[in-house]
Structures are given as C-alpha cells and as structure tokens.
Nanobody, 125 residues
Framework: GAQLEHSGGGSVQAGGSLRLSCKAS????????MGWFRQAPGKEREGVAV???????DYLDSVKGRFTISQDVAKNTVYLQLNSLKPDDTGVYYC???????????????????WGQGTQVTVSS
C-alpha cells in the first residue's frame, strides 16, 4: 500500500501562512486523488481540499480563497498552502489517498484508504 509522509506545519499567529507537504510512496500521484483533512480538538475530521488526477481541485467552503492544494508530480508530493490563517484553522492536518468514490464524495474520510501520520497546525489570535 501507499505510504504518506508529512512535513511542514507549526505555530503561527492569525493572518500568517504555512505550507504543508505530503510525499507519497506510489508510482505516480498523477493517477490518484489526493486529499487533505484536518481534525480540531473535540471535533470530527473534515475534508479541507482535494486534487484529482485531472488536476481539478475543490475546497471546504471556509478555506476557499485562503488555502491552495497543488502537486509536484516529479517529487510525488502534494502541498497545501495555508494563507490568512485563523484560530479556527487549528488542528491536526492529514493527507490521504487511495480514494474510492465519486467527485462529490471527496470529503468522506471513509473513502480514503491511506493516511499520513498528521501534522499539527496551531494558529494563535
């Protein structure tokens, strides 16, 4: 199965930026859906962004215009750029792949088979 290795994350003040990286041990991420999820303390894990094999993207409404998902196929790495961060963005961020479902289901964590270990993002006010 695929293995996903995170890097990035950290602590910033509100309005700051971070970039998360997720390197996948697959033949090529070009053929995969790559998703980013996050889980805040006491809350359920939620889908934040997705990028599919056609390079189409979608985002959670609350992060649209602030977060950007992208990929470097040569490095088998997917990124999540987080700008204009808010305290509500605090949580553990996970990348995921091995997706089985339609485009409209991308926020369903049960549709993903492989998960990274997660990286902490903390935004202070």
């Amino acid at each position: 199965g695929a293995q996903l290795e995170h890097s990035g994350g950290g602590s910033v003040q509100a309005g700051g930026s971070l970039r998360l990286s997720c390197k996948a041990s697959v033949d090529s991420i070009r053929t995969y859906f790559m998703g980013w999820f996050r889980q805040a303390p006491g809350k359920e894990r939620e889908g934040v962004a997705v990028l599919n094999f056609m390079s189409a993207t979608d985002y959670l409404d609350s992060v649209k215009g602030r977060f950007t998902i992208s990929q470097d196929v040569a490095k088998n790495t997917v990124y999540l750029q987080l700008n204009s961060l808010k305290p509500d963005d605090t949580g553990v961020y996970y990348c995921a792949t091995g997706y089985t479902g339609g485009w409209s289901d991308w926020k369903s964590q049960s549709r993903y088979t492989y998960w990274g270990q997660g990286t902490q993002v903390t935004v202070s006010s």
